[in-house]
């Protein structure tokens, strides 16, 4: 049921409009202002008097968590913590009966993940799950769920799942700030307008090809490739070297923009393929800055910038273009365009994109 698509991870991309429109379905009223997630089993009192937030997922879930960190920091004034499922379990973790903790996961039967989520219950953390599968482990030990509704992912590289959980995510930031007194009502409407204008604009994006080919004849004999992101696109840089790691089987790392001149530039020359995220947002003029560093230095340069802006084509190589939206939502746009990167790079090589080597779909041992 590849629907006519060659992969059913080129299918998963191409859904994501439809999927995200599920997630925020009967949840979102612009009107009010507010998210409606139904009964979830928390008093509105205790999601006041939090004490902090801890995010525990693995892989892409990870990311996901990391992007919520910004964003709920920001929108609900609670300190957010995020940790690999795998560290958490083996640390002596700060937990308290006013602690938030939200495993994230879309199969909902991580190993690793549903351990550091019991660890955490134990110490008296109360639990709110973010999973896609329906009644999975995760989903029934939490004292709450948030389904994603991304229907039944095949390919083995996440995607849907991804993007459902960003949706969620900004969702719950807004409904924790409405709760918390820390948004108001008409912020809350900007917001959530903005996330309900995503599926529409991704449709949009979704029908560019022609750029990924081009990458795809130029780059896909690389030995190693480096993505640099800031901000809220720093999880998604290294969201995009997960992808072309896992089914291009090159070597990619994600890195934080600002943390180029610590190390990494030492690997810059003409051979480097640099992938920069560098839309207009609040640090716009500082990874600009990287891309002046890395041209300078010989580097191959594919930016993701916003549509229109001439100044980075100046310096990129090749240009890969997002609408102007607001900065929340940046990293759902952003994050389809380093999927379409690495699929293209990886179909064009010829290897399995739905079943990579070594890869399985869910890892529910240790
Ligand atoms: O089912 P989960 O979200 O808990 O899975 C976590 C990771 O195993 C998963 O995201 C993995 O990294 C994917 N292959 C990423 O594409």
Same mark, same amino acid.
């Given at each position: ?14 859904? !994501?409009?439809?999927? /995200? ?5 009967g ?10 997630? =139904?009964e ?39 300190p957010v ?22 495993? &994230?996961? !879309? ?27 329906i ?13 994603? !509704? +991304? ?5 083995v ?5 991804f993007?459902?959980q ?18 108001? +009502? ?10 309900r ?5 991704m ?24 993505y ?6 720093? *999880? ?28 990494? /530039? ?6 480097? *393929? ?5 839309p207009?947002?609040? &640090?716009y ?9 890395v041209? +300078? ?9 916003t549509?229109?802006?001439n =100044? ?9 273009? /997002? ?7 940046? *990293?759902l ?21 739905d079943? *990579? ?10």
């Amino acid at each position: 049921e590849k629907q006519g698509y060659k992969h059913f991870m080129l299918k998963e991309i191409h859904e !994501q409009p439809a999927r /995200i429109t599920d997630a925020l379905r009967g949840r979102v009223s612009v009107d009010r202002g507010d998210v409606d997630f =139904g009964e979830m089993g928390f008093d509105e009192e205790w999601i006041k008097g939090l004490d902090k937030i801890v995010f525990v997922a693995c892989g892409t879930s990870y990311y996901a968590a990391q992007v919520a960190k910004y964003t709920i920091e920001e929108l609900a004034r609670v300190p957010v913590e995020v940790d690999l499922a795998s560290e958490f379990r083996y640390r002596n973790p700060l937990i308290t009966e006013n602690t938030l903790c939200i495993p &994230v996961s !879309q199969s909902g039967e991580t190993a690793d993940t549903l351990a550091a989520m019991r660890q955490a219950s134990e110490l008296g953390a109360k639990c709110l799950a973010i999973c896609n599968v329906i009644e999975s482990t995760i989903a029934r030990e939490a004292e709450g769920v948030v389904y994603t !509704q +991304a229907g039944p992912e095949i390919g083995v590289a996440s995607t849907k799942a991804f993007t459902t959980q960003l949706a969620v995510v900004s969702m719950l930031a807004v409904w924790l700030g409405r709760r918390r007194g820390t948004l108001d +009502a008409e912020e809350a409407r900007e917001i959530l307008q903005a996330l309900r204008d995503v599926p529409g604009t991704m449709d949009k994006m979704l029908h560019e090809k022609a750029i990924y080919k081009h990458i795809a004849y130029n780059y896909s004999d690389v030995n190693s490739c480096l993505y640099l992101g800031r901000g809220n696109l720093y *999880p998604i840089a290294c969201e995009g070297a997960l992808k072309l790691k896992e089914i291009s089987y090159i070597h990619a790392e994600g890195y934080a923009a600002g943390e180029m001149k610590h190390g990494p /530039i030492a690997l810059i020359d003409e051979n480097l *393929p640099v992938v920069i995220l560098v839309p207009k947002n609040r &640090v716009y003029e500082k990874v600009f800055s990287n891309l002046e560093e890395v041209k +300078a230095r010989q580097g191959q340069l594919i930016a993701l910038a916003t549509e229109g802006d001439n =100044g980075v084509r100046d310096f990129a190589d090749v240009v890969l273009e /997002i609408p102007d939206v607001p900065e929340y939502i940046q *990293p759902l746009l952003s994050v389809v365009v380093m999927q379409l990167l690495a699929y293209h790079v990886a179909d064009f090589k010829g290897t399995d994109v739905d079943q *990579p080597r070594n890869l399985a779909k869910s890892v529910t041992v240790e």
